[in-house]
Nanobody, 127 residues
Framework: QVQLVESGGGLVQAGESLRLSCTAS????????MGWFRQAPGKEREFVSA????????DYTDSVKGRFTISRDNAKNTVYLQMNSLKPEDTAVYSC????????????????????WGQGTQVTVSS
């Protein structure tokens, strides 16, 4: 069983930056694809970014491309989401997700594909 714990959320002004972290325990981190999703009040959960288990493949939703960067440190069992130039529309609860994969390029933009989830961290961007 894999446990995921997010941190780094908070309240910032538009244009500022935050870095989210998600630390995993209970599994072999380097065997898991990792992802970030977000959910704003009254909206469906939305894919934000994903990274393959070796870090060689990444993906982003269009609205964050060029502003967010996903990365991972397999030695620290941690995945990061660096968020720059934040906008009020980025306000949401951000959750990390994990799934064991055999392929180095495997990940998905669909939340149902992911096996493990963290509790989430709130990100609020004021205008």
């Amino acid at each position: 069983q894999v446990q995921l714990v997010e941190s780094g959320g908070g309240l910032v002004q538009a244009g500022e930056s935050l870095r989210l972290s998600c630390t995993a325990s209970g599994g072999t981190f380097s065997s898991y694809a990792m992802g970030w999703f977000r959910q704003a009040p009254g909206k469906e959960r939305e894919f934000v970014s994903a990274i393959s288990r070796d870090g060689g493949s990444t993906d982003y939703t269009d609205s964050v491309k060029g502003r967010f960067t996903i990365s991972r440190d397999n030695a620290k069992n941690t995945v990061y989401l660096q968020m720059n130039s934040l906008k009020p529309e980025d306000t949401a609860v951000y959750s990390c997700a994990a799934r064991f994969t055999r392929g180095n390029s495997d990940y998905s933009i669909y939340w149902s594909w992911w096996a493990y989830w963290g509790q989430g961290t709130q990100v609020t961007v004021s205008s």
